[in-house]
């Protein structure tokens, strides 16, 4: 294997591992704030793409604009989601939170389906300029360097956002312990809707990205499962461990997939790599790199 | 049927499977309905019955696993895989004949159950979930890719059984055999939850820290039932293969995980009935979903490819309405319509 491989492999596991770490942020932040899991993370990146596909091509509505009403309607959406299907399920076991879910994202896969049908649309015209950039010798093309910066710009808005803002600081108590954070006076409920918007907002933009890479069709939720051993990498509940656990699996998939069709007769490591890093890593450190640890008492 | 409430005097009385002459009657009957069914009804109708039974087995296990002992799995649909694989290569492959190859699928998968339920030792509630839905993705690979064994992306082709030299070819006697097995680890479930074993899976479940304390090796029963659950989802998994006499990785993906999970849940966690209802329920609605969509898609020609896509819809969006409205599962509003009756006049 030479450096020049090595380099590729990195650097397109970088890339895509930053679009990982922005849906796995949005799964962090619904986790974080209302500990829900939520199994349809992939499907709301789908309908992102597929919402501003439709804004831009089918209705030649200029890109900032587009992009602007994608985001309102993964507002609305989420808002819809969470008050019509996860509030009644409050205080209900997780595995029915789960399910949940699980339903919601058959449901969201389904619309898709039936609005845009299952071929592969394109992005016309691409978002960013066609080009090619040389980073450490290796050829990257620039929608590539936009997708990382901006993946890795909305990480570092959405840490500020936690650290230091107010809702974000309400959103931290409630995670903590909803009844105090109550009793302090913070509406759990609009924090509940909050975490939502936010996520789906996030994953929205992610499936802009990834659409205006690959194209759109109907097997986009795929990422949506990758976020899982990305998150459970970093740690649930750290936002932190999200934009390195999605780093890590990006880079490590394509290391193993690059080493394994090289050194052996294996292709289609890919898809199998990052669950058995999940697993060792689990064996390992249950609560992820940077998750907190629960201590429980009688 | 006792109107007032239980009254159990004896130790007899308590331990009793069927309560009552009267539900022995009634389980008497349904007994003979299922021997009788294969002769009243026919061809595809049959097929769904047999896989209504077949799912049954597997709604059971992953009961045990989830209902009984509280960890959630998303791998239920590559252990039914596994077995499946098994029983393909030993009866297939081998030589050998069914009756051997049933048995080791459940072995087998119990094996295999047991290796992905390690992470159980220090993980729960939902990094467990997630490690299981980590081992559907790698079952799902090793069968695409372990060719000699599994036969790749062409599968294996199978035998139904034989005894002696009668061949039971046709769905009908096939589904007595079935039946049979299904009947048999029914019982022995139910009866697995009333004993010493039983009883610790459930502290596990509740409390595993009281549990420990209460001197229960939670390691060892998480394990256990990871194990018993795997068994009975490898019995299923091969009965499922011989019904198809065709066994490929496709048929074991995520979305039968799912379809489980869901069987257990809309019928009821921890209840051996609820599993029944559930697998009765999902096998169903598919069937009907997809009897509604082909009539709206000859009816309206236009829609047909949209009609396929809202199937799918329509199941996800059952789901979720059933887990809103419903959250106890059928198990529990079929026991809400005993007590309606029993206290019927003087209702609250």
Redesign the interface.
């Known amino acids: 294997m030479t450096t020049q491989y090595l380099l590729q492999l990195v650097i397109s596991g970088l890339v895509v591992g930053s679009i990982y770490s922005a849906v796995a942020l949005g799964f962090v932040i619904i986790y974080k704030a209302t500990r829900v899991?939520n199994f349809a993370q992939g499907e709301l990146l789908m309908v992102g793409a597929y919402v501003c596909y439709a804004f831009l091509v089918q209705m030649h509505v200029p890109f900032g604009v587009a992009l602007l009403l994608t985001i309102l309607f993964s507002m609305v959406l989420a808002m819809t989601i969470e008050r019509l299907?996860l509030r009644?399920?409050i205080g209900?076991?997780?595995?029915?939170i789960?399910?949940?879910t699980?339903?919601?994202?058959?449901?969201l896969?389904?619309?898709v389906?039936?609005v845009w049908?299952?071929d592969i649309l394109v992005y016309e015209p691409k978002l960013f300029p066609q080009a090619m950039l040389m980073v450490l010798g290796v050829p990257v093309s620039l929608e590539f360097v936009w997708c990382f910066v901006l993946s890795i710009f909305l990480l570092v808005v959405f840490s500020i956002f936690f650290k230091y803002s107010k809702a974000g600081v309400a959103m931290r108590a409630t995670a903590f312990n909803q009844q105090v954070a109550q009793s302090m006076g913070i509406s759990v409920k609009k924090i509940f809707a909050l975490s939502w918007i936010i996520s789906a907002v996030v994953s929205g933009i992610g499936g802009v990205l990834i659409g205006n890479i690959n194209g759109i069709n109907n097997t986009l939720y795929h990422f949506g499962?990758k976020v899982?051993?990305a998150t459970?990498l970093g740690g649930?509940d750290s936002i932190l461990g999200a934009a390195l656990g999605g780093v890590i699996i990006g880079v490590l998939e394509n290391l193993f997939d690059g080493a394994c069709s090289t050194y052996f007769d294996?292709a289609?490591v890919k898809?199998?790599a990052p669950?058995?890093i999940?697993?060792v890593i689990?064996?390992i450190k249950?609560?992820g790199l940077f998750g907190t640890k629960e201590i429980?008492?009688? | 049927m006792q109107y007032c409430g239980d009254f159990r005097t004896t130790y007899e009385k308590d331990v009793k499977i069927f309560e009552t002459p009267f539900v022995k009657i009634c389980m008497g009957f349904l007994g003979v309905a299922l021997l009788a069914l294969p002769f009243l009804v026919k061809g595809e109708y049959l097929w769904i019955l047999m896989q209504i039974v077949i799912a049954v087995i597997g709604a059971v296990g992953l009961n045990i696993l989830t209902g009984f002992t509280g960890q959630i799995s998303l791998g239920q649909g590559a252990f039914l895989g596994v077995g499946a694989y098994t029983s393909a290569f030993i009866t297939a492959k081998m030589g050998l004949p069914f009756w051997v190859g049933v048995p080791a699928a459940g072995c087998v998968t119990a094996l295999a159950g047991m290796i992905f339920g390690i992470p159980s030792l220090r993980l729960k509630g939902l990094y467990l979930a997630i490690a299981t839905l980590a081992s559907q993705f790698i079952l799902e690979w090793v069968f695409l890719r372990w060719e000699p064994v599994t036969g790749g992306s062409y599968g294996i082709v199978v035998p139904r059984p034989s005894l002696g030299g009668y061949v039971f070819d046709s769905d009908r006697s096939y589904f007595y055999i079935v039946l049979v097995i299904a009947a048999v680890m029914v019982l022995f479930a139910t009866n697995l939850m009333r004993t010493r074993t039983g009883r610790a899976f459930m502290a596990v479940r509740d409390h595993y820290i009281s549990a420990e304390i209460m001197g229960i090796n939670i390691f060892k029963y998480r394990i256990l039932s990871f194990a018993v659950s795997s068994f009975y989802a490898g019995v299923a998994g091969a009965l499922y293969g011989h019904s198809l006499r065709f066994v490929s990785s496709e048929q074991f993906g995520i979305s039968v995980s799912i379809v489980y999970l869901a069987m257990i849940i809309i019928g009821g966690l921890g209840s051996i009935l609820g599993s029944i209802y559930g697998a009765v329920f999902m096998i169903l609605l598919p069937k009907l979903l997809t009897v509604v969509t082909t009539q709206l898609g000859t009816s309206f020609p236009g829609i047909a490819e949209v009609a396929i896509a809202l199937e799918q819809g329509v199941f996800g969006g059952i789901i979720v309405l059933f887990l809103i409205f419903e959250p106890d599962g059928l198990a529990h509003r079929w026991k809400m319509i005993k007590a309606y009756w029993k206290l019927y006049p003087f209702s609250y």
């Open positions: 899991v299907i009644p399920m209900e076991p997780i595995i029915s789960i399910m949940v699980i339903g919601l994202s058959l449901v896969r389904s619309a389906s039936v049908g299952t499962l899982f051993p459970i649930l294996l289609g898809e199998v669950y058995v999940l697993v689990l064996m249950p609560y429980e008492r009688v």
